[in-house]
Every structure is written in structure tokens, then in C-alpha cells.
């Protein structure tokens, strides 16, 4: 490893990196704006420059900047000498010309990395006198608040936004010092990762536009770490807190999984826990068919009433976590748990996981993702149903610049040369999906099938694959591609709704395997849980369509909506046939108007919770805040209905840890769900770990209104965490406690370095989930017949689902911001299909008693239409159904938005 | 061993000393000292020369509060100037130290010289923004933080702020 010379000191650093990050990872503080550990070096700011020497006989010097210089062995630098800080300063001082006066009216401030490079400079007063440039911002949507004054022009955002997440909509506009960042014109910026903005921005351009409008500063948010619930890639969330309202959430490192980057629906979807909707007191339906709230004595009473002696059932959820689906199934008993999937997608589930487990391709993590260097991508729209695999793939492909550039020997984080090696060449990307996707613009081919057609399609490659076919075709390309390449990934989900899909996925990945690839294999999960739910049901359960034939009294339905999982006869059917349900969840919704008893759940901020995400990888969330009124972690209401129903098995849980430790046995999966974080009794230097930072505001007032005597803490017996400012916060504290990032001087989430062993590497304190598939054995899957190909009818159409990222989700879709981008319900129709049927884009179409507004898409097969899943309105929809198509009589054209209509959106 | 019993002689002196001076302390509240006359006592929350209120709820005065008594929520207006939906300072947690004033980049907290606020029950020592906010400019008659800052508000637009040039001409390639 080379040794240099930093201040006279020498130090051993990393072969092949750049000197910036080499300091930063000596714990030498060293002011940068445009470098980023995950988007490489550009030497843009000028902010990070160093005194290089030639050698020990060299007194002059020359100033370079560090992240553009390489450490090689023997350089001798000067970092903190006066002509390097003093250059250093000046930069600052030019950049600070223009910059306005509105720090208290920012919503950066604080956390702010221009705040803290300017202080760490020295730069203190204005020599400048003459008069600061201005800037129009622009409206760009409901999510992202813009302030042009406050740029820097270090072009972090559009490195992020075109060459890192592949945006086309943010560019550097302007000329000479006008250069402005935004969009050609106003409007909604389409990336689905735009809010990453908010992060990378070293100031206040970009901003959270929901927290602008509640703001707290990061010093005043109480915060825990968690898990984003919105879909199965399991992203690593802060979510903060202050005054009991969820005031933003950010992005939480972990470097196998979502590394520095979430997606939108992951970021702005999580404010759902304010909405009015929310469930606060437990209720009894009346003899009126109206809820009575009850106290808790009456409610224990109501429940000991329901529940004792009786026969139960239960329904447990994908989006709950582990511990409480596992209590409902052990107080339930496994032959009357459902695992609240739907059937179908019950069965992809249990089907994706044999493959998983038995397959002999490698199930990689999202960083594994990113280092394929072939893809096929079976049947999942990716940028909808799990994007952040998505913003992996856009860097996968990026693998064949990184070939070239070893070629070369130019350095990784070299990113400007690297681009331009490159140019278009990509590693190959195979995208086969039943309508266009947001990855076409970076695949090698694009197929457009209905789902029978690609399982056909993946059959037919992994034949090619094993030299047991021929054919010129596509199937032929896509094999061709996959073998030549060293790492190909073959990634499928249950988005498609074919069996047969995901046994051609793990065919052609065992293929690549007998071929001598070292072959990943991965497929999409929907929900937070689904695959811990297909874990914890993998040896029996009762399908969702049997529970009314069962002899159960009571059914107990753990926070799903059965409305999105069963169609509405079996529902009516299910409620005629068990006379008592009891449902358990965070916000109002069809089922809970059906259940007798009520009980209010605590939502993703305020319980904790195991997730099991789509790679099997047990991840721990904590609650961010302590549930107010009368809502209870669902686990804690598993507990009292217990208790209630007489059940001794589960009375020795007191603790959360308590349910994977007590009810594990020899399970490897329980085992895993119980060791995925510390427990409860962890200690930092004897400490328990604070969630709010040390300069936490507003404790003595902020209660003062209700009474002016201070309540103590609530206490946390449940973790390692401590809803305090006081505790032990320090930088090596386990990855999975990590409750905020901050370090003396670096107020902002640049502080991340401090707690990473190496630049973009692990955390010092380790821990980023436990992986749990490796160590389970499951029964193979029996392979599904291939579906007959695909031949259009005269008067029927296909139906196939479309995901959306703002709106597909049961619940990031009631998010703020979130609401006004979800928009109407759609029916995808080729436009010769449309203008048989009669139908312009804009109309309305009926389709099984649905009424729904019809868009034109070149790109959906004929024969076929594609329908926006997972919207009140299409719920009775399921894919591969054939319908009829009805022009909707009565339908009213959504009006065009003018100017005006603006102002009340924003 | 002598040189304590010295230290003790000389103690017990000095205390049989001040048996003889005159007091230091006053009979309050008949009798009231001397106060200068930008002495720290309560604060209030003032308003800039238009007549608005001038906090715009940045949370440093919040922060940099030794004792942790006050707390605020910020808002938007309609016009686009960040307000506190509430401000609220527990005085009977308050030292009178002043932090909370030299934070304060607007100039919205000042403090007056009146400290006198006792009180039989301690929650009436708990001020809201009502309580606090005067219909003047206090000691700094002509500050308004909004004609310095470039943030744009109703009245105000970008470019017109102190020091301001007119916006910026994005589609211009000229020099």
C-alpha cells in the first residue's frame, strides 16, 4: 500500500484512490463540494486543493486539487499550510459572492454542507462590495421546492440526476456565470429519484418541498433507524420526527443494500403516518352499526368476550413486520394463518423463494446488482415496482465503461474521462416487459410480450443457453449476451403474475451456472414483508379463498385490507360466514369498516419491527417516536389478544426481543429474525444510544402548554435506543443503531464518511441486515406448465397489470406531495385497439364495472391493455384475465390544468 | 500544620469583619437598586418597520437556549414568509442570559430590562406568542431581514432585495 506525506506526517493509505478521499478517510478534514463518494471526481469546485511537492528538496510546491490527484507512494502534500488554506478560502469567499441572505429561511440550514465547508475554511467576512446576481426559480412539482440563489455551480445535481439516475429533464442551462440548474421550463421533474437532490445538494437549492412548509431543523428531529415500507427492496431510512408528525425522511447508509440513494416513493411516501385517517382510540362497532370508543379496561373486556374459548383464524400481512405475523400465526395456529397475500401471488412468492433457496446461481445484494455486467430483466416494470434495483441496474450497465477504463488504467472515480470513453457503450441490459419501461433508454433490446409469451421467451433462452436449441431470434441475442459476460444477472418478479416466468428465470440462471458463469439470480419482492411472509408460510398456511370454509369464530386481520387481496364477493362471502373480526391497523380503510372490533396499530415510525426483503435479508426498524393516544405496536395487541383468548404459550414475551428468542426453537428463520440487530440489553460504552442529537431544542417548552412540569423520558425497554439526547452517539455505534449522522463540523449527511471504516465501504460499527436464505433449506418448486403463446381475440382484451410508483402502493400513496402525482386510474391501449373500440386518448372505458381513463401507448402488445394496479378504482382487476372493453357513457374529461391551478398544488 | 491554622485565623477574621460593613443587599421590594438600563430581563418578540412580525421561526434562538425553554413551529404564509405557528418560552425556566437574542438574525428577540414576573402558579410563567409579541421595532428601528434576503416574498421580488441585480435573463447568451 503507498505511504504519503500529509503535513509532514506519514500515513499508509489505499492503493487506487484519490487523495480527497484518502484524507477523509484518515479522519483529515478537508472542505470538497462536487466530489461524491458514489458519482467519483470532476475537479469542478476547486474547493478541495492541496500543495503537492515534487520532493523533499521541493520548497515551492504546486497547488492541485486532491480529488483529482491519485495517492501514489512517497507524494508529499501540505493540507493545512497557509498558501493551501488560504487558497482554499478564497474559493469559498467567490463562492460566496452571490450567495443571498437567507439562511434562517432555508430549509438547508443547519444541516447545510456550504454552512459547514465555509466555517471550516475560515472564511468569515464579506471584502466584497458590489451588487449579487439573481434568479426566477421554478415550480418543479409537488416534491422538490427550488431556490436558484443559493447555487454554487458545483453540478452535483445534474451529475446525480443525467449521468448517475439517467434524468433527462435537470440540466445546466445558461451561459458564462448565468449558468442556471432546472428544466428547459417549469414543470414536474420526472426522475423517480429526484428527491436524492435534496441530499446531494451541498446548499439549499433543492429542497424537501413538504418539510419547507412544517419545517424543524435536523438538530430538533428526534430520529431512529428504520425501514422503508413502500416496497421490497427494504431501502434503509431516518425517519425524523418532531411534535409527533413525521417530518421527512432520509436516506440511512447501508452499504449492501441502498448504499446513498432512495427512491421517491420510499422518501416521500412515508408522511401517510400524518394523515387524517389515522386510527387513535381502540372501537366496537354498535348495535347502530357505528364505532363506540373504548377505553382500555373495556376494551380488554371486549376482547376477553370475543375471544375466550373461541375458534380463531387469522390473516396476517405483508407489510407488518415478522415478529407480529409471527404471533398472530402462532396464537392462530399455522393451518388457519393466511399469510394476507393474495392467493396468487402467494403462490409467485413461495415459487421465487424455492427458486432462491435451491437455486445454484447467487442471490446478490443491490450492491452485487450494481457489478453485473449482463442483464435480463423478466416481466418487472423495475422503476415501479422495486426502483431502487432500477438505479442499480442504470449502474450496472456502466460496467463495460469501467472495463475500458481498467484498459486504460484510468482510476474509477475518474468520472468526467470515464463518461467519455465511453460514450454509448453499455453492458448489455435485456428488458423484457408487457409495455415500455423507464429502463428502455439504457437496454441493449427491449421485447414487448404478454406474460405467457415471456415465459415462452425465457424457456426458450435457457434451452439456447444449454445447447439444446437454435434460433436466430431474440432468444438467441439475449443468450448470446448473457454468455458472454463473466457476472450476467438474470432478474424476475411476481410483477408479471406467471409461474411459469420465474421458472424460466431460474432455468436460464442455472444455465449460466452449468456454463460456467458466475450467474446472480434475483427476483422483486411487492411488499416490505412479502418474502418474510413467504419465509414464515413456506411449510403451511390456509389460502385466503379456503378461510370460509373453515369453522372458525373469529378472524383477526393484522393491518391488511383484504378489499386489495380478495375480490369483493369472497369478502362479503368471507364476513357472512365469520361472525366476529377483530382488525388491527394504522389508517382507516374497507375491512376495518367491516370489522366489530377495531384496534389502532402503531405505524411504521412508532413500532419495531423485522422486514424481510426480496433478497431474504432480515432488516431491524425502530420506532422513531412513541405512538400517541391509544395506538399500540400491532406485536403488543398480538400479546393482549392472547391474554385474552387464554393462550400460555406466548404469556412469557414481555420484551420485543422476547418473540424471535422465546418462539425460535431450532427455526433458522426465527433465529435469524431474532439476531437481525443488537437487542435490547446493547450498550454503547455502557449507554444506551440516544435518537435525538445532543443540541436537541425545546424540551422544557415544548410540553409547557399542557403543563408546565416536565414529564419524564418515555422509557424504551424495547431496544438499544433511548428517546433522549442523552446516551453514548458515537461513530462506530452498530450500523443497524445508527439513529443519525453527525460529527463535530460536519452538521450535514457528509458527516457519513466519520462513520465509514473506508469511503463508501462498510460502517465502523458494522451490521446491515442478517441474510437468512443462505442458511434455509425449502422444497423445490414443481415446474409450472409453459402457457400456450399468445392470440389475440376479436371482442376480449388481455389484461395486464401496470405498476406505478406514485399510486401502485397501498399506502406511500396517500403521502404528501405524493397524492397530486398518483392521478387517474388508466386503461393502456394500442392505438389501432383504441380506434376499433371507438376510444381517444382521455375517455373513459368500463372494463369489468370499472371506469377508467384511456391513454394510448404504441408500446402495449395489441390485444392486450395494460391497467394502473393497485388503485381504488381497479381493484377488482387481475391480470390475465380476459374483459370486454365498454365505452364509458357518463365520463367527465379531466380538465386541462392552467397556470393558475398551480399555485393551489404547490 | 501551621499554615492551615493560620488560613482558618484569617477566615474567621474576615467574617468577624463583615459583621461591621454595610450591607450590599437591598429591603426589595420597597427598595429597588439601580438597574442599567439595557438589563437583561423578559424577552418579547418585536416587529419589523412595515408593521410585520419579524421572527421568521429559523429555530436559533431555540438552539442556542441554555436552559432548552422555548420552542416554535414555523409556517408558511400565503405571501411566503416563514412565521412561528406558535413561539412559546417557559420563563420559569429562563435564566435571562441573552443567547436566545444574540442569535436571533432578525432582530426579532430583544430583551427588556423588566424581570419581574412572579407568579403563584408556575404555568402562568408560560408565555405564547400573543404574550409576546410588542406592535414596535424595539432597539433596532430599521432592520427588515426580508429587504436584505433573497428569499422572494408578496411585495418583494427577486432582485428587488438589497444589493440585489434584476434576475437573472437565463436565455441570453449575451456577455
Known sequence: MPVIKVDGKDYEVAEGGNLLESCLGLGLDLPYFCWHPAMGSIGACRQCAVVQYQNEEDTRGRIVMACMTPVTDGAIFDLSGERASGFRQTVVESLMVDHPHDCPVCAEGGECHLQDMTVMTGHRDRHYRGTKKTYRNQYLGPLIHHEMNRCITCYRCTRFYRDYAGGTDLAALAAHDHVYFGRHREGTLESPFAGNLVEVCPTGVFTDKSLVHDYTRKWDLQSAPSVCTSCGVGCNTLPGERYGRLKRIHNRYNPAVNGYFLCDRGRFGGTHVNAESRIDFPAQRDSEGRFQALTDEACARALRDRLQGKRLAGIGSPRAGAEANLLLQRLVGAENYASGMADDEHALMQRALAHLVNSTAHNPSLREIESADAVLLLGEDLTHTAARTALALRQAVRNEAHRLAEELRLAPWQDAAIRNLAQDRRSPLHVVCAGSTDLDDIAAGHYRLVAADQARLASDIAAIIRGEARSDGAAARIAADLLAAERPLVLSGPGAGSAALLDGAAAIAEALVAAGKAAMLSFTAAECNSMGQALLCRDSHIALAALASTDAEVLIILENDLLRRLPMASVEALRARIPTWIGIDCLENDTLARCDLVLPAAAFTETEATYINQEGRAQRAFPTHPPAEARRPAWRWLLDLARAAGDRTLSGIGHFDDIGVTLAGEDPLLQGIASAAPDHSFRSRGLKIPRQPHRYSGRTAMRADVSVHEPRQTDDADSALAFSMEGSATTDRPGALLSYVWSPGWNSNQSLHKFQSEIGGALRGEGSGLRLLDSLAVAAATPAPLPEAFSRREQEWLLQARHHLFGSDELSRLGSGIEALTGRAAIYLHPEDASRLGLEAGDGAVIAGAALEVRLDPSQVPGSAGFSTGYPETLALRSGEWVNIDVASDWQRQPELIGSDRGAAS | ?175
Not at chain 2, 419579524?54 to 414555523?74: E, F, K, S, Y
Not at chain 2, 412572579?118 to 432592520?143: A, F
Not at chain 2, 427588515?144 to 434576503?149: A, C, G
Request: glycine share 6%.
Open chain 2, 1 to 175: 500544620m501551621l499554615r492551615s491554622l493560620i488560613s482558618q485565623l484569617r477566615t474567621l477574621g474576615t467574617v468577624l469583619q463583615h459583621s461591621f460593613t454595610r450591607a450590599e443587599t437591598v429591603e426589595y421590594p420597597e427598595q429597588k437598586p439601580y438597574l442599567a438600563p439595557r438589563y437583561r430581563g423578559r424577552i418579547v418578540l418585536t416587529r419589523d418597520p412595515d408593521g410585520d412580525e419579524r421572527c421568521v421561526a429559523c429555530n436559533l434562538c431555540a438552539v442556542a437556549c441554555p436552559v432548552d425553554c422555548i420552542a416554535l413551529q414555523q409556517g408558511v404564509r400565503e405571501d411566503g414568509r416563514w412565521y412561528p405557528e406558535f413561539f412559546r418560552i417557559n420563563f420559569s425556566r429562563c435564566i435571562m442570559c441573552g443567547m436566545c437574542e444574540e442569535a436571533c438574525p432578525t432582530a426579532a428577540i430583544q430583551l427588556t430590562p423588566d424581570f419581574e414576573m412572579c407568579e403563584y402558579d408556575r404555568q402562568s410563567m408560560v408565555y405564547e406568542k400573543e404574550h409576546l409579541l410588542i406592535d414596535g421595532t424595539g432597539k433596532y428601528h430599521d432592520y427588515n431581514f426580508y429587504r436584505v434576503s433573497g428569499l422572494k416574498i408578496f411585495g418583494k421580488d427577486k432582485g428587488e432585495a438589497l444589493n440585489e441585480e434584476p434576475p437573472v435573463d437565463v436565455k441570453s447568451l449575451l456577455p
